[in-house]
């Protein structure tokens, strides 16, 4: 995975981008923001959301159409609605444990900016906090369903553009409100305990069966808050160009110099629409209308105007304090449950190659 970190603050100072090793990223760069300045605290007055923390669903149900009930992406229905995906609650209540890691709910001060060489690479970056045991490519379960008109809308881009051969640069700038995740001895209710019961190894329908009643996954983590992205596309030589000689040799490694050389509005073949993943009407409009680069003869939506007018950023930190979508979710496998680890290695080999096929297919 290839992305750098870009604070938002110190554009005017043209401070140099700092290089550090991230567990599971080729190269990360940051520039230091709020100078002298303190972390903000978590915030004790966010009201808590309704979060299925625990509950098991069937991932095979929705697969490559989770996007419908995980708002993950601005949707235009109404509503305050995070997740409508059908869970049961299976864990007998004295055993689930729920962790409620209350965050800042103010953007981070940095962007992420992922180098994206085809449309598929793209959509991964984009869902990289979400996760799933037995699932290579989890943001398959989100964008299976997507047609070019779909890819079109969450993006931000023209068709044309979809259809070339281009790479993409990803700006994402997130809002973390919170996190719940479940911990403890997990014991299933007694209806459950008995079906799991009857797993055997070697027998597929038992697994099956088990699925199809009470579900193959279990909610183990989720993050809500809100997200504002852009899409950036590039011709492919230029996007070659900019990804060598800023993620692999690193041969520029200023800000002001990566974004006047490779990212400004005026050397991308494409700037996408500014959005927000909550899909708020408010939040929409004021980002169609502030969120602009604006010169001599031409203005161009741009995310990066927040950066260069620290106003904007103070103006949607207020728009978007009570905006919610899902910025992060985390599946675990059932099978972990099973009492011997022939069971546990069984079921997953079954759902796993069930998961594989749909993924194939979808």
Known sequence: ML??????????????????????????????????????????????????AGEAL???????FFSLSVRVVPRDDAGKWIVREPTSSIFKADSVRHITQTQTNRFQDQFQIYFCDDLEDLMKHYFHDFKADGVEEPFRMYTGSWRTPTTMKYFGLSESVIKSDVGYVLVK???????????????LEDEAAIAMNKIRVGDRDSVQDFVQNHGSHYIRSISV??????????????????KNDVLVNKRVTNFDTIYEEYLAPWIVKENGAVLSA?????????????????????????????????????????????????????????????????????FKEIV??????WQANI
């Open 278 to 346: 909550s899909g708020d009407k408010t939040v929409a409009n004021f980002l169609e209308n502030r969120a602009v680069k604006r010169t001599g003869f031409n203005q161009y939506p741009s995310l990066f105007e927040v950066r260069a007018q620290p106003g904007l950023l103070d103006e949607l930190e207020f728009l978007t304090e009570d905006t919610t979508a899902v910025i992060g979710l985390d599946f675990r496998s059932l099978g972990s449950l099973l009492p011997t680890i022939e069971q546990q290695d069984y």
């Open 225 to 242: 808050g809100d997200a504002v992205y852009q899409v950036l596309a590039m011709d492919r030589p230029a996007y070659l160009r900019a």
């Open 58 to 64: 069937d991932l095979f149900y929705r697969y490559g």
């Open 173 to 187: 700038l997130v809002k973390p409100r919170l996190t719940m995740k479940v911990e403890g001895r997990l014991q």
């Open 3 to 52: 992305f750098i970190v870009v604070c938002l603050f110190g554009w005017a100072t043209s401070s140099p981008l700092v290089k550090r090793q991230v567990p599971g990223s080729n190269s990360l760069l940051l520039v230091r923001a709020r100078e002298g300045s303190a972390l903000a605290e978590p915030r004790q007055d966010t009201a808590l959301p309704d979060l299925p």
């Open 352 to 357: 796993n190659t069930e998961l594989a096929l």
